[in-house]
């Protein structure tokens, strides 16, 4: 993802998919290949984004968060942040820009007292991708592949923006917990949070055979219980959940764009077979991939 001027653009393209109630949804796709630290650049509205396919880096005020397909980014509008392409491949996502007064109202019915600045109505950066949001995400695509009537594809539409705001507020009690429980160790907190986004970066770029906790720990300079109790701590799930959430979100998008076989897909993916991945999916999702496929083939 990147909003580069265009004479340092990263190949990527924009599609208008529908506009209503306050919100209209883009599908967006880049092509980045490995790409250092940009320069900052202004969001140009307020945003709720879905990552389907590959990562990016994202900084602002000194954090990175690397953003796959297990997280939900927020951003404000006008806003600089800065992007990376740690691993070749780009990205694609969709993108619900909402306006003012929509995302304020998303707000409200969560924490009021955050509602009261315009040009600020996010001020949780990012969040769990939720099975939940996952699944009302993959859930909208198909109603607008499927052209379904207007008021299904905006109640469908506000479902999801609500449970992004949902799992944004329980992420971010959670760290508001972390930091209470330790409010001279800000020192500590930064480092595990690196930590962490080193461990799923690393994740990501081995998802078809992952090293084992020793391998990836030693990789980290870190022993595998500090490695395992870190993660959790900060991912706010262990590294095993965060690795089958993380394959079932991908195959979630590679069901959505044609892929028949379920078999050669749990294979790709580092599943033992059929079964396994097929109960995987069922765990997070609680439907099974054979559903999505044909929920997609419908539309």
């Not at 000194?62 to 600089?80: C, G, K, Q, S």
């Not at 905006?154 to 972390?178: K, M, P, T, V």
Request: hydrophobic letters at 40%; charged letters at 20%; glycine letters at 4%.
């Amino acid at each position: 993802m990147s909003f580069l001027p265009p004479d340092r653009a990263i190949p990527q393209t924009r599609r208008l998919l529908y506009e209503s109630i306050g919100m209209s949804v883009t599908d967006f796709r880049c092509q980045a290949h490995v790409e250092a630290l940009g320069p900052e650049e202004p969001n140009a509205t307020h945003s709720i984004v879905f990552i389907r396919r590959g990562l990016f880096q994202r900084s602002q005020h000194r954090e990175t968060l690397v953003a796959d397909p297990n997280y939900i980014l927020f951003f404000n509008a006008a806003h600089p942040y800065r992007y990376s392409h740690p691993l070749a491949g780009g990205d694609d996502c969709t993108i619900l820009a909402v306006t003012t007064n929509a995302a304020l109202n998303l707000i409200a019915r969560r924490a009021p007292w955050d509602a009261e600045e315009p040009e600020k109505p996010f001020h949780v950066p990012s969040s769990v991708n939720s099975p939940c949001s996952a699944r009302l995400h993959y859930e909208l695509l198909a109603l607008l592949r499927g052209r379904s009537p207007q008021l299904i594809i905006e109640d469908a539409l506000a479902e999801l923006a609500h449970e992004a705001i949902r799992a944004a507020y329980a992420s971010h009690g959670q760290q508001r917990r972390q930091i209470r429980s330790s409010p001279s160790a800000a020192g500590v907190l930064r480092r595990h949070r690196e930590l962490t986004e080193a461990a799923k970066l690393a994740i990501n770029e081995k998802l078809q055979a992952l090293p084992t906790l020793n391998q990836l720990a030693q990789d980290l300079s870190c022993s595998p219980f500090h490695l395992s109790r870190v993660f959790h701590q900060i991912a706010g799930m262990s590294l095993r959940r965060y690795v089958g959430r993380l394959r079932v979100n991908v195959a979630a998008d590679r069901l959505s764009r044609g892929t028949r076989d379920l078999t050669d897909l749990a294979l790709d993916l580092g599943f033992a077979d059929h079964s396994h991945f097929t109960n995987a999916f069922r765990r997070e999702w609680g439907s099974s991939p054979s559903r999505l496929r044909a929920r997609f083939a419908l539309s």
